[in-house]
């Protein structure tokens, strides 16, 4: 299995392969690999763990979200699954963008593919050190017209508040979703 990541920006395209390849004094990992292999209980070392992740992660390309060929050209093979992250109503102006960026997304998968869709839900900005930089919020209803609107069929969507300890005043965000959804498979 072959892990391809994506970035829009160059920056973190390079300290991304800085990781892969276990350059000193790249982003440490470990925490989160470690509750991963906390969480799923098997009691594989995390160690081995970011091995085998650095090992399939071969390909950390460039992308705009934006443009209806969103790494410039096709993927080849098209993706299993794709994970995105609290990125498209980041980089999306409005709802209508939004849309179209999960559109041209949702183009990098195979017939029968898988897309997992993380989000933030009513946040109309976060701050980047002093930068304030905008959002497109974003309601549940939105959310599943976007996927409908691109061809997806809906699996599973699940939503959660923000509580208020969580509240930190990067942002204003209401709450966060998790989609689970399906491209249909072509005749």
Not at 34 to 46: A, D, L, S, T
Not at 123 to 151: I, N, T
């Amino acid at each position: 299995m072959e892990i391809v990541a994506t970035d829009y920006l160059a920056v973190n395209r390079e300290e991304l392969g800085r990781w892969v390849r276990g350059e000193p004094g790249t982003f440490d990992w470990s925490p989160f690999i470690r509750h991963v292999c906390k969480i799923e209980g098997r009691g594989e070392p995390w160690q081995e763990k970011e091995r085998r992740l650095r090992a399939r992660l071969r390909r950390i390309l460039p992308i705009d979200v934006h443009r209806p060929q969103p790494l410039g050209t096709p993927l080849h093979p098209p993706a299993d699954a794709l994970l995105s992250a609290f990125c498209l109503e980041a980089v999306s102006p409005d709802r209508a963008a939004f849309a179209r960026a999960l559109a041209h997304v949702g183009s990098l998968l195979r017939p029968g593919g898988h897309l997992l869709l993380l989000g933030a839900l009513g946040e109309s900005f976060y701050l980047a050190g002093a930068a304030r930089l905008p959002v497109v919020p974003l309601a549940e209803d939105d959310v599943r017209a976007a996927l409908a609107g691109a061809g997806f069929a809906l699996r599973a969507l699940r939503s959660y508040a923000m509580p208020p300890a969580l509240r930190t005043g990067v942002d204003d965000v209401d709450g966060v979703f998790f989609a689970h959804a399906q491209k249909p498979l072509e005749a």
